[in-house]
């Protein structure tokens, strides 16, 4: 690590006072990210704000019947939160398929979304990357590309998102909320996370002033038919080749609303407004499930060896379908895929 | 890319060395003052400035679980914490475990279930046993493989690892029911 300084937020405000007179900080809260990226260069700021003694760590009811968590929420807390078990088993499902009991204990809400892609030539700082070294070129492409993305890609970037509990947060339709200088506002989780296109260095449209304070999920949380199917390399404790967070709200038989949201395969969580609407009104049939799933796939294409997660992704969101339509959404201990 | 290296050492060698910080830890139950450089993880804080080498560098980076230990209670990756962001923290390290000549249960357990070969992540699989039994969410075999699954064991000692965790796991249970019985 190089060396940087070191300062505490008091506050909210003071947070976001640090961070904008000084671009090349960078807030700190869990660290299991930043600090494994600084330890390889990659992350070089000038001095961290530690923000982990900032009140932004309750669980609370919303007045629309929904739950704002704040942002330094432990994942493992969050995971294991009666409210969150109850109302959203799909976000708790998606936390507890990712990372390691150790760092989840560590790692915060907000700092999940911002956690950084795990493309290898990202973190090889001897190799070009346009994400790390904008202008320098892609490794990926053309290269080692096994764990690339499929779709939403550019010329200049193929990494993926590597969160899982943002595919969760996508499908429920949170909300983002974020201070900076010009205030609060509030985004559709939609909109955090960018494409990248040809500024593929920047990850999420937080602009460099803010500060995430919270996460809001509304209502509706798809308790009874929901799923989060993870395939991966081996069965614990490793990142997404795909993953697919399913929620259905089903009478009768019949879709009345369809959540579909892909890890693994894009820039940042993949929906498919196209996709989810031909679900809605259909019957749970598996025809109906693989035309939904060759509808989200239908731009998608490989880049060599990462050409078999098509294929994956139409098999797993068929898979996704079938187990949340049947109320019986994969455990995340046993790992036998029904 | 040899470029971009060399530009960021001669900003870091332009940069004055931020100052060094006073940090409070408790350790093992005892007060540990340090003045140390805001880069200093917890796991380099432990091991020398505190010449407490029971906690193992495996790979620094997360992904290995040997440096694992108790944070106010909670199971962390003592290499990517910060010793500066924990002051005034209570840290249990393997150190800390047995009382005199008693060892703790799940380290009497895990001689018991012959559960390590050369025990370099045998102090993070320890420290990490201990916070899942905390926790309280493990009641499987299968659940105890997965909330384990952040400590790999390079002998592969994985059956024997879980047997010892049932084996407290159960004799916990049956504490409990017996101080219900009382």
Known sequence: ?338 | MAQASSAARQETEKAPTPAKMNVSLQVNGVERKLTIAPWTTLLDALRIYLDLTGTKKGCDHGQCGACTVLVDGRRINSCLTLAVMKDGAQVTTIEGLAQGSTLHPIQQAFIEHDAFQCGYCTPGQICSAIGLIAEGRARTADEIRELMSGNICRCGAYPNIVAAIEQVMAGKGAEKSAEVGR
């Open chain 1, 1 to 338: 690590m190089i060396n940087f300084g070191y300062t505490r937020a008091s506050d909210v405000a003071d947070a976001v006072s640090q961070i904008a007179a000084d671009p090349a900080a960078k807030f700190i809260a869990g660290g299991t990210n930043l600090i494994d990226l600084m330890k390889e260069n990659v992350a070089r700021p000038s001095r961290l704000i530690d923000i982990t003694h900032l009140p932004l760590n309750k669980i609370e009811e919303t007045k629309d019947g929904g739950l704002r968590i704040g942002a330094l929420v432990p994942n493992s807390d969050l995971a294991y939160h009666p409210l969150i078990e109850a109302r959203y088993p799909l976000l708790a499902s998606a936390i507890l398929a990712g990372a390691s009991q150790q760092l989840r204990n560590m790692a915060s809400t907000g700092g999940n979304l911002l956690q950084r892609t795990r493309c290898f030539y990202f973190y090889d700082t001897t190799t070009p990357c346009n994400k790390r070294e904008p202008g320098s070129g892609c490794s990926a492409i053309g290269g080692i590309n096994r764990g690339h993305a499929i779709l939403g890609t550019s010329e200049h970037c193929i990494a993926t998102h590597p969160s899982d509990m943002c595919v969760a947060l996508a499908a429920l339709e949170a909300r983002v909320l974020a201070t900076g200088k010009g205030g609060e506002r509030s985004m559709m989780f939609a909109d955090f996370h960018r494409l990248p296109g040809d500024t593929p260095q920047i990850d999420s449209t937080l602009r460099p002033d803010e500060i995430i304070t919270a996460i809001e999920l509304p209502p509706k949380g798809f308790a009874d038919n929901y799923t989060y199917l993870k395939i991966r390399d081996r069965l614990s404790y490793a990142f997404a080749l795909v993953s697919i967070a399913v929620g259905l709200d089903i009478e009768g038989g019949t879709i009345k609303e369809a959540r579909l949201a892909l890890g693994g395969v894009a820039h940042k969580p993949w929906r498919d407004p196209e996709a989810e609407a031909q679900l809605n009104g259909a019957t749970a049939t598996r025809e109906n499930f693989l035309r939904a799933a060759d509808k989200i796939l239908r731009d998608a294409h490989g880049f060599g060896h990462n050409d078999f997660k098509i294929e994956l992704a139409r098999r797993g969101i068929l898979r996704a379908l079938a187990q949340a339509a049947r109320g019986t959404p994969q455990s995340q201990a046993d790992k036998r895929i029904r």
